[in-house]
């Protein structure tokens, strides 16, 4: 299984948790990694299985069977004693000046931040790309800047939600379309789906 950060650190630990319980001998590898390059794995047969952010840009031709699974929320933190510190909600004037810790560039979710912040006429000031999700968080308590993870990084009465237009992604499980699952990769699925209440599966086709 591929996945990004956000995935591998909160969403599969208690699918496959779940999984060894019912199916004690079963291993897994799970590989973290951009969407991309895990939909460009599994594309090709490497890997079983990919949880990533759609739209996926630059993969491989080959069609691609993706399940809806969740739609996922970005949130600002803030170091302790900074002035956004207490608030609900930011605006992208506010960030204006503001040290930015970011996820790496090229990522989905630096994509949909880059995307929002640019369309508001804000240049983010990175100062630290990071790929962990913990990092960024520890970075942004030493009070180096301020920073967005996914709302499973944070409790529910954390993080600053945008003003003008949440930050949202859907997140989607991918496998190729012409290899039947297997009773393995059919189990992740469906323990996917029950955790994170997924939608119909729908075929999702690179371009």
């Known amino acids: 299984i591929g996945a990004g950060?956000?995935?591998?650190s909160y969403l599969l630990p208690p699918v496959v948790s779940a999984i060894r319980k019912k199916h004690p001998g079963l291993r897994f590898y799970i590989r973290e990694a951009g969407s991309n390059t895990v939909a460009a794995a599994v594309a090709s047969g490497e890997l079983d299985l990919g949880i990533v952010t759609l739209p996926l840009h630059g993969s491989d031709e080959r069609a691609?069977?993706?399940?809806?699974?969740?739609?996922d929320e970005l949130r600002l933190i803030v170091p302790p004693g900074h002035r956004l510190a207490g608030r609900k909600s930011f605006s992208w004037k506010d960030l204006a000046g503001e040290s930015m810790i970011g996820f790496e560039a090229g990522s989905a979710v630096r994509e949909v931040i880059d995307r929002a912040s640019s369309a508001a006429g804000v240049r983010l000031e990175v100062v630290m790309e990071l790929r962990s999700?913990?990092?960024i968080k520890q970075m942004v308590a030493a009070g180096i800047g301020v920073?967005?993870?996914s709302r499973f990084a944070v409790r529910s009465d954390q993080g600053l939600i945008c003003k003008e237009a949440r930050l949202t992604r859907s997140m989607a499980v991918v496998r190729?379309?012409?290899r039947v699952a297997n009773p393995a990769t059919s189990a992740v699925e469906r323990e996917l789906g029950r955790s994170l209440r997924a939608p119909v599966t729908k075929t999702y086709k690179k371009r």
């Open 5 to 8: 950060a956000t995935a591998t």
């Open 176 to 178: 190729r379309a012409d």
């Open 64 to 71: 691609l069977v993706a399940t809806p699974l969740v739609d």
């Open 133 to 135: 999700i913990e990092s």
């Open 147 to 149: 920073g967005f993870v």
